[in-house]
């Protein structure tokens, strides 16, 4: 089963299906939204949206890594990654439960 994309385009045409928003206020909205969890995000703090799931950040420290191909250590830069932790009821519907 090949896995599709779902795109701001397809989030902003069922809110305009389901909910009669024109096209452009449905687009608004979803910009909107992702503008305000993106900002969230770079101030440092966790997105977290109920039945969805959480956008974690967590600061990660200096270490050392080696190049696989010379063996040569390296170090890795401290720095902020950020981790999705699904719901648990978001991981029974992808799951198929």
Same mark, same amino acid.
């Given at each position: 089963m090949a896995a599709s994309t779902l #795109? =701001?385009? /397809?989030?902003?045409? =069922? &809110?305009?299906?389901?909910i009669? *928003?024109?096209r452009n206020e449905s687009a608004s909205i979803v910009e909107? &939204? *992702?503008d305000h969890m993106s900002d969230a *995000?770079? /101030?440092?703090?966790n997105v977290? &949206?109920?039945?969805?799931? #959480?956008?974690v950040l967590r600061d990660k420290a200096q270490r050392?890594? $080696?190049n696989p191909k010379t063996g040569v250590e390296v +170090? &890795?830069? +401290? $720095? $902020?990654?950020? #981790?999705? $932790?699904?719901?648990?009821?978001m991981r029974g519907r992808v799951a198929g439960g």
């Open positions: #795109t =701001r385009a /397809d989030i902003a045409a =069922r &809110i305009n299906h389901q009669g *928003l024109s909107s &939204i *992702l *995000l770079a /101030d440092g703090q977290k &949206i109920s039945g969805f799931g #959480t956008f050392i890594g $080696r +170090p &890795i830069l +401290p $720095r $902020r990654v950020m #981790t999705f $932790r699904a719901s648990q009821s």
